[in-house]
């Protein structure tokens, strides 16, 4: 099993940054895709950005692309990921949560993924 707790939520002045963590746990060794979703008000969940561990690679959502921007630490004892984005606005409200696989496809967006943070909450204020 793996745990994952995100934290960063809250609310932001548009035009401000944000950086948003996720910690894992447990059994992060059958981790091989990561991923931030977010879910605005009255929409569904979507794929911001996906990575797979080991090599890094990264599938953004187009509509993200540039405007987010992933990191990942896979030091030995810690395994967490990080979404960063600049210039906050109204539209990025929404509860963000991060994701992780065992499949290393999964970051595509092409395949579920398995385990679920429960969220975070962020609101951007005008």
């Known amino acids: 099993q793996v745990q994952l707790a995100e934290s960063g939520g809250g609310l932001v002045q548009a035009g401000g940054s944000r950086r948003l963590s996720c910690a894992a746990s447990g059994r992060t060794l059958s981790v091989y895709s990561m991923g931030w979703f977010r879910q605005a008000p009255g929409k569904g969940r979507e794929l911001v950005v996906g990575?797979?561990?080991?090599?890094?690679?990264?599938?953004?959502k187009p509509t993200y692309e540039g405007r987010f921007t992933i990191s990942r630490d896979e030091s030995k004892n810690a395994l967490s990921l990080s979404l960063q984005k600049n210039n906050m606005e109204p539209e990025d409200t929404a509860v963000y949560s991060c994701a992780a696989s065992s499949d290393s496809t999964a970051y595509t967006g092409r395949r579920d993924f398995e385990c679920w943070g429960q969220g975070t909450p962020v609101t951007v204020s005008t």
């Open positions: 990575i797979r561990m080991g090599d890094g690679s990264t599938y953004y």
